[in-house]
């Protein structure tokens, strides 16, 4: 598939069209058509992406919820796709312990796979600040602590684009001075 072509085809269909009858925009349309009609897995899941960010857009969050969850349902044991669930559920109002359940899991799977740890612990991170709990936010910051220096074919570096957004008088302040002293 031509992603690039795809994108553009996207951009199109935001700036000509308008939603169908049932408030559908076109462009989310098009997205879980392809999905539904792809049966290569690691396509399905480049898919479920963009159907995501689209429906984001849009706003249509449950929407983005079912998706995501189906995602999941393909790929049980994957750190990122659980990673965007809870990032979906987050921004779902009274489903803030599901997003929490859902991280936490993705970070439970990381760790047993030894694979994409930081990915997992950041993301819990983001969606612990999105959700205004801390205990979440310094259990992730002190994993991320933990796991520093560790080396795995499958990971990411140490983000920390979200630390301008923490209350700091809510945090331990030397977890999060030596969260910030570690090196990418």
């Known amino acids: 598939m031509d992603f690039k072509a795809l994108r553009h085809r996207l951009q199109a269909l935001r700036e000509g069209q308008e939603a169908d009858s049932a408030g559908m925009p076109p462009s989310v349309a098009l997205l879980e058509q392809l999905v539904n009609d792809c049966t290569d897995p690691d396509l399905r899941f480049e898919l479920f992406e963009v159907l995501s960010s689209e429906c984001l857009r849009y706003g249509e969050l449950s929407r983005r919820v079912e998706h995501l969850t189906q995602n999941v349902a393909e790929r049980p044991r994957d750190p990122v796709s ?23 899991r993705a970070v439970d799977i990381a ?6 740890v930081r990915y997992a612990l950041t993301s819990k991170a983001r969606v612990a600040l999105d959700l205004d709990n801390y205990d979440a936010l310094e259990e992730a910051i002190a994993g991320l602590i933990e796991d520093d220096g560790k080396l795995r074919a499958e990971d990411a570096p140490v983000e920390n684009d979200f630390v301008d957004r923490i209350q700091r008088e809510r945090l331990d302040p030397t977890l999060l001075e030596r969260f910030t002293k570690l090196k990418p």
């Not at 659980?82 to 936490?104: F, K, N, P, Q, Y």
């Not at 760790?111 to 994409?116: A, I, K, N, V």
């Open 82 to 104: 659980l990673s965007m669930l809870a990032d979906a559920l987050a921004r779902v109002e009274g489903r803030e312990g599901d997003a929490i359940a859902t991280i936490d």
């Open 111 to 116: 760790r047993q796979d030894d694979r994409l």
